[in-house]
């Protein structure tokens, strides 16, 4: 298949283009490099693998046949989010119109990352496909929640108006190599944090929660749905639930590392609970993830030192 990734220069976007490529696609990739990071892709160039330096909220413009969009332009950690918040809305509503249209001239498959956060600080435990969610639109967070939950919306109306195949993946927290350093989320600031010894900073009193997915276990999931007749929104995220707090001492341990743990005050909206319901990817795609977390922190630390420049321990 011919196959158009936005986003493509990012951290699951590069996977995914390089997963996709191993099956034999071809693919082509845009990105505006806000927070994509050309390293993610070089190695795939020189394969069947081609890369559009391209805002997608402007019209997106690709010859010839498309078989496959999957639309994943957008700055997705925290820090990103509030340094460009007006950035991130326009990419959940018009870089999402452009996407789909691009989808529906080509008569493509059309694939949209959504995320946990259109559950915002939810009230359900763990949370189901079914549950609309606890957002607060007004909020710091609203810009990349409500962005998320507009792109939602379009994706069903244009499959229902246009009769177009859509997917959508509510991703959940997701981990591994080619995570920035500097990314603002919990496992590559304690991994970056851990390996220079440095104070490993933990926002509120460490009990909130979240479950952490392998990168290449999503991707699975993610290309389970694109093959799919499934279009109502799936769940991809790993069901195991711990502690911030947990997974700090865990990484501490893991890298060797002589750093303390200092807790600061806990961002507006934070959500207290991240935990998915994969009953749905369970049953319909017959996917559940299948890396134990310290194997995949194992190979994320490692990348992380290689990246830093830092000797082994």
């Not at 020189?46 to 997608?56: A, E, L, P, S, T």
């Not at 008569?107 to 763990?126: C, I, M, Q, R, W």
């Not at 700090?248 to 600061?264: N, P, Q, W």
Request: with cysteine; net charge negative.
């Amino acid at each position: 298949m011919r196959i158009v990734i936005t986003g493509a220069a990012g951290f699951i976007g590069s996977h995914l283009s390089e997963t996709l490529l191993d099956r034999g696609h071809s693919v082509i990739g845009i990105d505006n490099l806000i927070t994509g990071d050309l390293a993610n892709i070089s190695h795939l160039m020189g394969r069947d693998f081609v890369f559009i330096k391209h805002d997608v909220t402007n019209f997106i413009h690709v010859d010839g046949p498309v078989d496959v969009v999957f639309h994943w332009a957008s700055p997705a950690s925290p820090a990103d989010y509030m340094e460009w918040p007006i950035p991130t809305l326009k990419v959940g509503a018009l870089g999402t119109h452009k996407a789909l249209g691009l989808a529906k001239a080509k008569n493509a498959k059309f694939v949209l990352a959504s995320t946990s956060e259109v559950y915002g600080d939810p009230l359900e435990h763990p949370q189901k496909e079914t549950y609309w969610g606890n957002v607060n639109p007004v909020g710091p967070r609203g810009v990349y929640d409500e962005a998320k939950r507009f792109a939602e919306a379009m994706t069903m109306a244009y499959h229902r108006y246009h009769g177009l195949d859509t997917k959508i993946v509510r991703i959940f927290n997701t981990y591994g190599p080619r995570m920035r350093i500097n990314d603002g989320r919990a496992v590559p600031n304690f991994i970056s944090q851990a390996l220079r010894d440095e104070d490993v900073t933990i926002f509120g009193s460490g009990s909130q929660t979240r479950s952490f997915c392998y990168v290449t276990d999503l991707v699975d999931g993610i290309l389970r749905l694109m093959d799919s007749n499934v279009n109502e929104p799936v769940n991809i995220g790993n069901p195991h639930e711990m502690s911030i707090e947990a997974i700090a001492k865990l990484i501490i341990r893991m890298t060797g590392s002589s750093s303390r743990i200092v807790y600061r005050e806990l961002p507006e909206d934070d959500p207290k609970v991240r935990q998915p319901d994969i009953t749905r990817a369970r049953t319909l795609l017959g996917w559940e993830p299948k890396v134990a977390l310290e194997e995949g922190l194992t190979a994320t630390i490692d990348y992380f030192r290689q990246k830093m420049d830092l000797p082994g321990r």
